[in-house]
């Protein structure tokens, strides 16, 4: 399966234990598979 991230780099492994705040949905690392979205 292929995600997207609203990022520049590539994320080989996410690190959902070091969220800085809450975020729309809570603390986490948000991916979708539309990469429009992420683009924006």
Known sequence: ???YHGS????NL???E???RALD???GF???TVK???AR
């Open 1 to 3: 399966m292929i995600v």
């Open 8 to 11: 520049n780099v590539i994320v």
């Open 14 to 16: 996410p690190d959902t």
């Open 18 to 20: 070091h969220s800085f």
């Open 25 to 27: 949905f809570g603390k």
């Open 30 to 32: 948000y991916v979708t």
């Open 36 to 38: 429009e979205q992420a």
